[in-house]
């Protein structure tokens, strides 16, 4: 009694395989069928290192929000004082802050005093934004206190203040100098509030990597900014930093719990959500963009199976006539073409991996042979974004790439499968 063989049986391996290594004048493997390999494996390449630039740059983006920004912000509803002005403070900006900083996933918490000043030096103005902050609270803001950008001691900050790279260009000052802060709500007096003027040394200067935050923002002691801008014993909000932004949102409920009544939660993506679905918006473009590209790379597998099926249709004659069935014939082409599209994805993949492993060494090629220095294309608003390789992101590439050749290859191979054995021997 036979049996019959199984899927995918050694034979038909073994069958695919000297198609596969069989000469063109052997009939074997067509020249388009090598184009259709070349093409996935660019195709493939270009969709690996392009994903990885891709998540390289929404990085470095979200780190320039986050280097100088906090991720939560717990600020108060409005109320009213005795004299029945709407005023927004926390009085117990310490306890808030203790409670805050037992919330799980929560690193650092700092209450903050602000207010928006005018700043004056060399017969110049600027409106700053000026943050009152602790000594060893602004210390851990990573892009103010990089001593690669900053100049000046960060140590003498409780002895003035320090200032944008933006701010310090548009006043003409640098570290040493004093910068006269005016605010319109200054001393109040029995006619009225007088404006508050006072000069401060600038004992710091900081380049954040965004034009909006060196243009325009102060950071001074926060005891000095509760006397400056009437804030005694209290502050305007909290600045919270968590382990891992991108999971802000599940901490939004526990810090508003630990907060208490009468806050509110602002995160850092809902202030920059228009930004982020941007990218969101671009990055779907782009893959789809690319995913066309594969396609089209694998529709090459197409005609160099057609064109290996026709010269191999004497053999297909000859195997159908031994005994062999339409499937085992359908998968003998099918592996053909699968083993083009695993090969050109294997291939490609490594291409991406290591061209996202050496951007550096790519761009220093680049600056080579356009004779143009990064240093100054960077320094005139150029960015270069690095490549961060995620395995969610070659996991894409890969399925992409596979199942279209796949898919595609199953076509021809039906073609091969139903041809007709008579025909094909008729005039051998």
Partial sequence: MSRTPPPFAPFEWMIAWRYLRARRAEG?????????????????FALVATLAVRSGFRTEFVNTILGANAHVTVYPTSSRDEAGQTVRLIPDYDEMAVRVSEVSGVTRVAPLVKGQVMAAANSRNAGVEVFGIAPEDLSDI????DPETGRGDLSRFGEGIAIGSGVARELGVDVGDDVRLI???????????????????VTYVFTAGRLDIDRTRVYMPFGEA?????????????EVIVSNPEEVGALTGPIQQAAGAGTLIWTWQDASGAALQAIAMQDNALFILLAILVLIATMNIISGLVMLVKNKGRDIGILRTVGLTEGAIMRVFFIVGASIGVIGTVAGVALGVLFSLNIESVYAVVDLV?????????????????AELRWGDLASAVALSLG?????TIFPARRAARLNPVEALRYE
Avoid: H
């Fill in 226 to 238: 509760q006397l400056y801008f009437n804030r005694e014993g209290a502050a305007d909000e909290l």
């Fill in 28 to 44: 074997g493997v067509s020249v388009m069928t090598w184009i259709s390999l070349i093409g996935i494996t660019l195709a493939v």
């Fill in 370 to 386: 356009t004779g143009s220095g990064r240093d100054a294309l960077e320094r005139s608003g150029f960015f270069f974004p690095p």
């Fill in 142 to 145: 990573p892009a103010v206190a």
């Fill in 404 to 408: 279209l050749s796949f898919v595609i």
């Fill in 183 to 201: 605010s319109p709500d200054g001393v109040k007096t029995a006619f009225g509030t007088s404006p508050r003027i006072k000069a401060y040394e």
